[in-house]
C-alpha cells in the first residue's frame, strides 16, 4: 500500500509522506545533467550516503539499515531502507551490477519513476540483483520504443506488482511480462493512449488487479479481451475511458469475468439502464463505481444512488459508500414508485422483480412537513368580524401594530384575547411570541409562549378596550 501511496505521490508531484526530511531535501538538492543519465549505484551512493542518513532509524522511521545475512554487507558505507524511492533522478543505466546485488538484498520496493530509462537490459540488470524486489514502479520512463525478450522478462519473476503507467509500451511488451511472471498480482497500464487491445493466447491466472485507467478504450469488444487474458481478474479499474456501452449478453459476461468481484466505471461513456442491468451477470460482483457517465447526469443526487442501488441488488459498495440493508429496502420502494406512470413496454426489467417482492406500492403521499408561518384568524371588535393573515413568528406587541389601522385603537388599550370555539374559553394574549406547533389552532399558555393547536376551525381573536 505504501508502494501504491509512493506511485501516485510521484506521478502528480505532490509532497511523498513515506519519505523523511533527508530524502526529501535530497530530492529537491539533485539535479541530474541534462545532457547525459546517471546510473543506478550512482544515485543510491548519493542519495543514501552517511551524510545524507547517519543514524539507524527506529522501526517503521525512515531508514531502515538491516542486519545480519539478509543485509547489506557494506553497511557501513551506505544505509539503504528496504524502500528505495529513486523517481526523477535522471537514472539511464544500472551500473556495476555486483553493487547492486551487495546493496539491495533487502529491497522489496523500487520507485524508479520520472527517469531516463529506454532498455530494458539496463532495467534487466538492476532487478535481477535484487532478489526480494515485490514491488517496481517505472512510470514515465522512455520505453515505448524498447524490445522486451523473453530472456530479459526472466529477470522480474519475483515481481508480484508492476506499475507501466504512461510507459507507452506495446501491448507484446505487456504479454511477455505476464507469461515470464508466473505471480504477477497487480498490473498497471494506465495513460498508455490504448485504443485496442491485443489478445494474448497465454492467459495470466496469477493477476488480480488491472488498472488501466486514463486510456481510450470505447468498445467493449476489446474490454472483452481481458476476461480470456486474466481468467482470475478479481479488480478492473477503467475510469476515465470512453467505453460506450456493455455489449455482450448476460450468459456470456457471466462467463466472461467468473470472479470479478469489483469494477470502476468512472467517467465512462454508458448511457442506458441497460449497461447497468448487465452488470449484475457478473457472479461474484460486489463493489461498482460509476460516477461521472452521462446516463445519471440529468437526476438529482439522491436519485442517482437510489435508482442504481435498486438495480444491483448483489453490489455492497457503491461509489466507495457501503449500501446497508435499510438504504436498499428504501432505493427498491422508490425505484418502483418512480416508474410507476411509465407505459408497460417501457418497464425495466428489474421493476417486475421488485413489483414481485414489495407489490405494486401506491405513490407516497405528498405532505410539506415545513411549519406553517402564515394564518387566517378572524378579529372581532365591538360589532365588527375582519379575516386577516397574520405571521406566526410575531410577538403580541408586533401584532397589536397590525391591528392598529383595523380597529384604530392605540396599542396601550389594546388587549387581546383567544377565543376557542369548542373549549368555549378564552384566553388574553400577552406579550409573548405566537408560535404554531402543528396544522390546528386552540390554545395553550406556557410559561414563554402561546402554542396555536388543536382546532381545525378559523380561530377567533376578540379585541377589547
Known amino acids: 500500500m505504501s508502494a501504491l501511496l509512493d506511485n501516485i505521490c510521484d506521478f502528480w508531484s505532490l509532497p511523498n509522506p513515506n519519505l523523511d526530511d533527508g530524502e526529501a531535501m535530497w530530492e529537491g538538492a539533485m539535479d541530474p545533467p541534462e545532457d547525459e543519465g546517471r546510473t543506478f549505484m550512482e544515485v543510491i551512493s548519493e542519495k543514501y550516503s552517511p551524510e545524507n542518513f547517519p543514524y539507524r532509524r527506529g522501526p517503521g522511521v525512515g531508514v531502515v539499515v538491516p542486519m545480519g545475512p539478509q543485509g547489506s554487507p557494506m553497511k557501513d558505507r551506505l544505509n539503504l531502507p528496504s524502500i528505495l524511492v529513486l523517481n526523477g533522478c535522471g537514472i539511464s543505466r544500472a551500473g556495476d551490477e555486483a553493487e547492486i546485488s551487495a546493496f539491495c538484498a533487502h529491497v522489496v520496493e523500487l ?19 535484487i532478489p526480494n524486489l515485490d514491488f517496481l514502479n517505472l512510470s ?17 519473476v519475483r515481481v508480484r506488482r508492476l506499475v507501466l503507467n504512461n510507459t507507452h509500451v506495446s501491448w507484446e511488451t505487456v504479454h511477455t511480462f505476464t507469461r515470464e511472471i508466473p505471480e504477477l498480482e497487480e498490473l498497471f497500464l494506465c495513460l498508455n493512449e490504448y485504443e485496442a487491445v491485443t489478445h494474448s493466447a497465454v492467459p495470466c491466472p496469477s493477476l488480480r488487479l488491472l488498472h488501466i485507467t486514463d486510456n481510450n478504450l470505447q468498445d467493449w469488444g476489446e474490454v472483452r479481451k481481458f476476461g480470456a487474458m486474466f481468467p482470475c481478474l478479481d479488480t478492473l479499474v477503467m475510469a476515465n475511458n470512453s467505453l460506450a456501452s456493455i455489449q455482450d449478453s448476460g450468459d456470456a459476461l457471466h462467463r466472461l469475468f467468473p470472479k470479478l468481484r469489483s469494477i470502476n466505471l468512472h467517467n465512462s461513456g454508458l448511457n442506458r439502464w441497460e449497461d447497468i442491468e448487465k452488470l449484475n451477470c457478473f457472479p461474484m460482483l460486489e463493489e461498482v463505481r460509476l460516477l461521472g457517465i452521462p446516463l445519471l447526469q440529468t437526476y438529482t443526487n439522491s436519485e442517482r444512488r437510489s435508482l442504481t442501488v435498486a438495480q444491483l441488488p448483489s453490489v455492497s459498495v457503491l461509489n466507495g459508500s457501503k449500501v446497508t440493508d435499510e438504504e436498499r429496502e428504501d432505493a427498491e420502494r422508490f425505484f418502483i414508485r418512480y416508474h410507476l406512470d411509465r407505459p408497460e413496454e417501457e418497464l425495466p426489467y428489474r421493476y417486475h422483480c421488485l413489483v414481485t417482492k414489495y407489490g405494486k406500492l401506491a405513490p407516497l403521499a405528498d405532505i410539506d412537513l415545513r411549519p406553517r408561518c402564515r394564518a387566517k384568524v378572524e378579529v372581532r371588535y365591538e360589532d365588527r368580524v375582519e379575516v386577516l393573515s397574520i405571521r406566526l ?73
Open 111 to 129: 520507485d524508479l519513476s520520472n527517469n531516463k530509462l529506454q532498455d530494458w537490459h539496463e532495467i534487466s540488470k538492476i532487478v535481477s540483483n
Open 140 to 156: 514515465s520512463n522512455p520505453l515505448s520504443e524498447s524490445p522486451l525478450d523473453a530472456s530479459c522478462a526472466e529477470a522480474f
Open 393 to 465: 413568528d410575531q410577538t403580541v406587541a408586533e401584532l397589536k401594530k397590525q391591528l392598529r389601522t383595523v380597529v384604530q385603537l392605540s396599542t396601550n388599550n389594546m388587549r387581546l384575547y383567544y377565543i376557542d370555539k369548542e373549549m368555549e374559553t378564552s384566553v388574553k394574549l400577552r406579550y409573548f411570541q405566537i408560535t404554531l406547533v402543528s396544522n390546528c389552532f386552540s390554545v395553550k399558555l406556557t410559561q414563554k409562549c402561546v402554542s396555536l393547536e388543536g382546532s381545525t376551525s378559523t380561530p377567533q381573536w376578540e379585541i377589547r378596550c
